[in-house]
């Protein structure tokens, strides 16, 4: 049961473009989101989270968008680096729980030069 | 540098052995958790300590089991190895509730 999906295994964007990722998660009971990045042979690296009682949190380039009602979020990264290729997560989790981050699968971004 | 360590970074063992993969949160958290990630697959969550006792389980095999210390640091024993456990095995720490700092990950090889 895969409750939190990333649909699009990769992703390629030009240099200084948008590059948005999305997540789509099945348990209503997330409220907690985050999203990290990692490159090959290391650990992954939080990026930036949201909490369900927003729809929109900022962290200079990087975007993250919540809709509940579509059990959807994003991830906009403007502009794309190519220092930004590197495989992207979300995760979410339920706080009134024990707090265990379900991940997706993961998006490979690469930003072309 | 996320403040996670993780020992050993390589592991090479035989079908039916068993390995232990230590991990030392970040100074300060109380939560460690494990992941296990085949490859290139996602992340996939094996279990959560808490101040060393065990808080949510997730699709740990039997055959894998974890404790966390009093000094918080936390094992991964890992037994009866098959080559479907060759991966990388992530920990991480958080304050509870808050986000997950990982560490470098151990890459075991089973041959």
């Known amino acids: 049961d895969q409750q939190v999906k990333q649909n699009s295994p990769s992703l390629s964007v030009q240099e200084g473009r948008i590059s948005i990722l999305n997540c789509d998660y099945t348990?209503?009971?997330?409220?907690?989101f985050l999203w990290y990045k990692k490159y090959p042979a290391e650990g992954p690296t939080f990026l930036i989270s949201i909490s369900s009682i927003k729809d929109k949190n900022e962290d200079g380039r990087f975007t993250v968008f919540l809709n509940k009602s579509a059990k959807h979020l994003s991830l906009h990264i403007v502009p794309s680096q190519p220092g930004d290729s590197a495989v992207y997560f979300c995760a979410a989790s339920a706080t009134s729980g024990t707090y265990k981050y379900i991940f997706g699968t993961g998006t490979r971004l690469k930003v072309l030069a | 540098d996320s403040g996670v360590t993780q020992t050993p970074k390589h592991l090479i063992t035989a079908t039916g052995q068993r390995v232990t993969l230590r991990c030392s949160p970040r100074s300060g958290d109380l939560s460690v958790y494990w992941y296990q990630q085949s490859l290139d697959q996602g992340l996939q969550f094996l279990i959560q300590?808490?101040?060393?006792?065990?808080?949510a389980k997730g699709n740990i095999l039997e055959r894998f089991s974890a404790q966390q210390f009093p000094d918080l640091h936390s094992e991964l024993n890992l037994s009866s190895l098959e080559l479907g456990d060759s991966a990388l095995y992530f920990c991480?720490?958080?304050?509870?509730?808050?986000?997950?700092?990982f560490g470098p990950g151990t890459r075991l090889t089973v041959l």
């Open positions: 300590y808490y101040n060393g006792e065990e808080r």
């Open positions: 991480a720490s958080s304050v509870f509730g808050q986000s997950l700092f």
């Open positions: 348990n209503s009971m997330f409220d907690y």
